[in-house]
C-alpha cells in the first residue's frame, strides 16, 4: 500500500470501526441471538402506515430519491414549527454527524464531547483530523457546565451533547439545555443530539430556536419510529448552518423507500405514542429484572436501561460475555467509571422473558468466570 | 454565519448541487413529467424478485442494516470471481467516489478527469480542497492517454475514467483500458466507474486483477439493476484500498432493505438479460426518431443515447427546454464541444411514443425560440 498517496489525516487513522454488528457477532457465534436488545433498535417496530409505504415505494425504487426530500421535509417543518430551509434530511445521525464534522473540523481541531458518549461522533471528528477533548461524566450524568467551559478553554468549533444520553440513559431537563445555549459563545457550534428524545419526559427539550446560528439538533427515525435501516435522520437549526450541508452532503444519497417509510411514520402519531408506551413498560420490566437479580437499574429517558452491576468493569464486560454466550446480545458502556454497567435496549415481553430466564445464569457464569 | 467556523475549505465552496433532479422541477413547473428520461434511470425497473424482497424486508427494518453487507458481498464476490476483501459496498456510487476522493484528495491535490464528464465526482474532488485537472474530450470519447500524460504531468493521486462513458455513451475496448492500467504510474489510483458497462459489449471491460494496488472500479444497481432509488453501489479493488474505506465510512449507512434488494438482484440474472435486451431495443427506438427528425444519435454502450442536434449549444439548451415545456425530462451534456448533444435515457415503449410524438414539435418551438 506504500505507494499509494493516502491524505495524511487517513494515514493517521486506525483502520476502526465504531461498533461492531450483531450479524457480525452471530456469524463469528454460528447461531442468531434469540433476542437483540444492544444497539438500541426499536424491536416493537415501525408504523404498518410505514411499512406500507415502504413496500408500495419499492416498485418505482428505479427512481432517484427527491434531492431535497422536499415531502417529508414539509411534513417535519409542519410538525417542529420550522421552515424548510431550518432542516437538513441525511442517512441517519451518523450521516449528519459526518457532514456536520466534515464543516467545521480539519487537522488539529478541537471538538468537546463527553467520555463515554457516542463513539461514532469521535469516529467522524478523527476522521477529519480533529482531536477530542472528552469531558468527564458527573455522577453518571454529562456535565453541561464543564462541557462549555472546555469548549471555552480550547476554542472548540463543535461541541456535542446528547441528551437523553447515551450510553447512560441520563437526562437534563430543558432549562438546564437552555442554559447551555444561552451561555455557548458563538464561536462554537453545539450539537444536540436528541436521538431518544421521544422517550424522555416532556420537560427534556428546550423549545427550538432557529435564530440561534450555532445550535443544530439532530434526531431520527431510527429510534423511537422504529426505522434504524432505513436511515433517515435529520437535523434542525438555522438556515445558513443548514445550508451549509449542501456544500458536502451527498444530494441523492437518500433511499427512496426510506423517504416514503418516514413521512408515514411521522403522519402515524397514535403509533408513536403506543411504541413509546409499550417501551416505557418494557424499561420498567427491565429495572424489575435488573433489581430481582441484585443489580441496580439507572433512571432511564431513552429506549434502554443501564444497569449498575454494583462491580468494576471486568464484571460487567463477563456479564456482557455471558449473555452473549446465551444468545442475547447486549452492550456497556467502555469508559470508566460507567464502565461497571450494562446496556439493555427495551425489548418486547417476549425478549424480556428471555432475558429474565437467562440473566440469573449470566450472573453466574459471570461470577464463576472471574474466580 | 461570519461568527460559524467553517473549515476553509469549506468557506471556498459555493452552495453548489451536482445535479438539480426532477421532482424539484416538477415541483417549480407545478405538474409531473410524462416520460423521465433525464437520469438514465432504468425505467424498466428491477426484478420482481427484487421487489419482493425489499418488500419482505420492510417489516425488519426496526435493525440497522448488516454493517459488513456480508451477504451481499459474499454473492458479488462469487459472482465476480474476487475475495469479500476485496469489495466495498456503498451508498450508491456517488458514496463512494466521496469516500475515495477522501482518501486521496486534499486541499490543492490535482485531480484528473475529462472535461464535461461526471459532475458529481467533480463536486466530491473540490469538497475536500481538491483541483481538477480537466482533459478535452477526442471525438466525442474520453481520451485515455491524454488522461494519463496529465495525471503523470501533475502527479495526480487520483484519476477517473468512466467507460462506458457519460454522457457520450462512448466507450472505449477493453484492451485500451487495460493499456491504461498498464501503464499507470504506481501513485496514481485509476478509479474506472463502470457504472454502464452491463449495457456495453463483451469486449469493453478487461479482466477484474485485484492485486493491482492502484485499480479501483466502480459498479452500481442503480442502472442495469433498476436499483437507483434503492443506493447500493459497490467498489472492486486490491484489500489494502478497499480497506482503507473502513476508516472513512458510515459503517451502519447502509439501509437495510436495500440491501436485500440488491442481492436478489444479483441472483436474477435472467430478468438482467432481458433489461438489457429492452434497453437495447429503447435505444435503436431512440436512435430511430432521432434520424427521422434530422438529428444523429451517436454510438451507445449505456442506457441512454447521445444526440448530436448539429448546431450549437444553445439550440441544444432550447430542445432540452422545449422539450421539457411538453413534460418530457431529459439532459444534456455541458461542457464544449460536447454540449451540442441531447442526451435521451432508454424508455419503454410507452415512454418513447411520447418522445416521438413531442421531438418534432421540440425541435420547431427550439428554433422558434432562437430566433
Known sequence: MSALRFTPVIQSLPA?????????????????????????????????????????AAPEIW???DSASHDLKTALAAHLGVGVENLMIGAGIDGLLNSLARLLVEPGTPVVTSAGAYPTFNYHVNGYGGEIEA????????????????????????????????????????????????TLTEQTVLCLDEAY??????????????????????????????????????????????????????????NRAAQAGALAALQDQDYLARTIANVAGARDRIAQIATENGLTPLPSATNFVTIDCGEGPEFAKAVVKALDDLDIFIRMPFVAPQNRCIRISAGRPEDLALLQTALPTALHNAREALT
Chains 1, 2 share one sequence.
Open 16 to 56: 476502526s470501526v465504531p461498533f461492531v454488528g450483531p450479524e457480525i457477532q452471530e456469524r463469528a457465534k454460528g447461531r442468531p441471538y434469540r433476542a437483540r436488545l444492544g444497539a438500541n433498535e426499536n424491536v416493537f417496530g415501525p408504523s404498518p402506515k410505514a411499512i406500507r409505504a415502504m413496500q408500495d
Open 63 to 65: 427512481k432517484y430519491g
Open 135 to 182: 469531558v468527564p461524566f458527573r455522577e453518571d450524568h454529562e456535565d453541561p457546565l464543564a462541557l462549555l467551559d472546555r469548549a471555552h478553554e480550547v476554542k472548540a468549533p463543535l461541541l456535542y451533547f446528547c441528551n437523553p444520553d447515551n450510553p447512560m440513559g441520563s437526562w437534563h431537563r430543558a432549562d438546564v439545555v437552555q442554559g447551555m445555549i444561552d
Open 197 to 254: 428524545l421521544e422517550f424522555a419526559p416532556e420537560n427534556t427539550a428546550p423549545p427550538i430556536d432557529v435564530s440561534r446560528p450555532n445550535v443544530i439538533r439532530m434526531r431520527t427515525f431510527s429510534k423511537a419510529y422504529g426505522m434504524a435501516g432505513a436511515r433517515v435522520g435529520y437535523a434542525i437549526g438555522h438556515a445558513d448552518l443548514i445550508g451549509a450541508f449542501n456544500k458536502v452532503r451527498n444530494h441523492f444519497g437518500m
